[in-house]
């Protein structure tokens, strides 16, 4: 897919990995159609708005914005059509699990069927890369220090678990799953990208919720510093460019983990600190009685394999995050 671009579709171009990959993309040359779930008046900057889309550099040549929606399946059909390749970010979220897990779960997969099955009729589309989580590895009864891509979430373990964003972490693992094994049986080129806590700046309007946790020790969230516990964390650049490595790699297949750092939360809160005096940081010794699900360690091994390279460290991430955060009046 290197040679002329050609056309890419992102779906749910409005949040937070989306926008910035539809970013990346134009920068590379491609042409993008990308969907979202509502069009209200483009110059109304709420977390559905879609103006900084069409602001992007490249995009008033280059990007085609269509109205689709997870709960209707057959609507991404028009913004599939005539495409080489589809990133299928788009996922249901309902960490405060207002709806019942077995709805969300259902809308995830029955929507990502929708869009393979728009991918096999364009009879253009020659790779899916499909967004997973590290929440579709980590939760099992497992007992090791580092887990890759041959981990698979238990989705009834997940149910047993005291956990914030349950509905989540099995709503990823079984559509990740169903997108695998459909494409399996069709003949679909599918890879799945499982990026672990996505850290950095953000262009969409809304602040982004991985960001947010990941500041959680500055902005005082102690009801997410059990999540914070073992951390693994990736650029969203980074996240990117691996979805872009994967859509033009040849040999790709599969399921590749996207995480270049693993913080424990006293090393966060000791990085925190000396970095950026002038917030309250919690000190290591209060954080010693913090409970929650202490997750493994989430290992890139086989994306460096196939030759990718991550560009940002541990300070680029935060310097960015809370730069960010700071022009948009979250800090």
Not at 41 to 63: C, M, Q, T, V, Y
Request: proline letters at 4%.
């Amino acid at each position: 897919m290197e040679e002329g671009k050609g056309r890419v579709c992102v779906t749910g171009g409005t949040g937070f990995i989306a926008s910035w990959l539809i970013m990346r993309l134009l920068d590379h040359g491609y042409s993008v159609t990308t969907t979202v779930r509502s069009q209200p008046d483009p110059e109304h900057r709420n977390s559905k708005g879609i103006s900084f889309l069409k602001n992007l550099p490249g995009a008033s040549e280059r990007l085609r914005i269509f109205h689709a929606d997870l709960s209707h399946p057959d609507s991404f059909g028009a913004a599939i059509a005539g495409c080489t390749g589809v990133l299928h970010v788009a996922t249901p979220v309902d960490f405060e699990d207002k709806e019942p897990e077995e709805v969300i779960t259902q809308r995830a997969i029955n929507g990502t069927l929708g869009i393979l099955k728009s991918c096999l009729k364009s009879g253009t589309v020659k790779r899916v890369v499909y967004t997973s989580s590290n929440a579709a590895v980590f939760y099992n009864d497992k007992d090791v220090d580092m887990m890759d891509e041959t981990f698979w979430s238990d989705v009834d373990y997940i149910r047993k678990l005291d956990s914030w964003g349950k509905s989540y972490a099995i709503s990823k693992t079984l559509t990740e799953r169903a997108a695998l094994e459909f494409a399996a049986e069709h003949g679909l080129d599918l890879v799945t990208l499982i990026p672990s806590l996505v850290v950095g700046p953000f262009i969409c309007p809304k602040f982004a919720g991985s960001v947010r946790s990941s500041l959680a020790l500055i902005l005082g969230n102690r009801e997410e510093y059990g999540i914070l516990l073992n951390t693994s964390m990736v650029h969203v650049d980074d996240v990117a460019r691996a979805h872009i490595f994967l859509l033009e790699h040849p040999d790709a297949k599969g399921r590749y983990i996207c995480s270049s750092h693993i913080l424990t939360i006293q090393e966060m809160a000791e990085f925190l600190s000396a970095k950026y005096p002038e917030y309250p940081i919690p000190t290591v010794d209060s954080l010693a009685e913090i409970e929650g699900y202490r997750v493994p360690g989430s290992s890139s091994k086989k994306l460096l394999d196939a030759g990718f390279r991550y560009k940002y460290g541990i300070d680029e991430m935060f310097d960015e995050a809370i730069q960010c955060c700071k022009e948009k009046g979250y800090l």
